[in-house]
């Protein structure tokens, strides 16, 4: 199958799932056609599919992943001031490292609205509709909504990564509270708590909360930072990189600045 066979054949698989989408019209242009994959990826619930499905979404993620370009842990300069932590701008699911951590809300089933720009929605796509599916077992073993601060770890599936850990941020209406501050902590202590358990080497943070969940950025990366700093000070772990993944390069300037 080529590339476009490939993208063909996974938009009508996913189309002939509903009936609502019996007159749904399929586009000409590749990058239309792919902006549709997505968005039926995006809304589409956990339900088992064929093994052939998995296989070709497989292929056709795997390519895309080969073509945006990976980043190896190696290519990472670490900051002069801590040989254990990194700061790097660009996309999270390009990162080969042992687990990228993912901004998640508190149903842990990644974003289902169409193509949004949010990191739970770009992971979850990278990774293809597995990831879902497992965060859907896990949830209904907890039977509930997951807690803010907490997280728990899945696989990668389509990311270069090995792992994903998925954690749940708080949400700011005005001016973060004391009790919030201290929920993006243990945010951060969940995941490096998860990442020690699990054996990981190298942990990439996205900059949690500070997107849709409206968490001051520089306030933010405070927290991020000193959370990171007192971890590796009093547990004795196999960590050797930490990478604070920033999209923005507003974000970059205020890492930057704080790790000097």
Known sequence: MTKIERLNF????????????YGLEIPTVYNEKRKLLRALMNVRPPNPISEKFLKIQDEFLSSEASEKGIVNLMDI???PTNNKISIWQGDI?????????????????????????CIDNAIHSAAGIQLREECNELMQKKKGLEPTGSAMITK???????YVIHTVGPIIQNKPSKSQEQQLKECYFSCLKLAVQNNV????FCCISTGVFNFPQKRAAEIAIETVLVFLSTNNNNLERIIYNVYTKQDFTIYKNILG
């Open 93 to 117: 699911t390009t990162l080969e490292v042992d687990v990228i951590v993912n901004a998640a809300n508190s149903h842990m089933l990644g974003c289902f609205q169409p193509c949004h720009k």
């Open 10 to 21: 996974l938009i009508k698989e996913l189309k002939n799932e509903e009936n609502e989408y």
């Open 201 to 204: 080497k190298s942990i990439a």
């Open 156 to 162: 990668a599936y389509n990311l270069p990564c090995k």
């Open 77 to 79: 300069m670490t900051v």
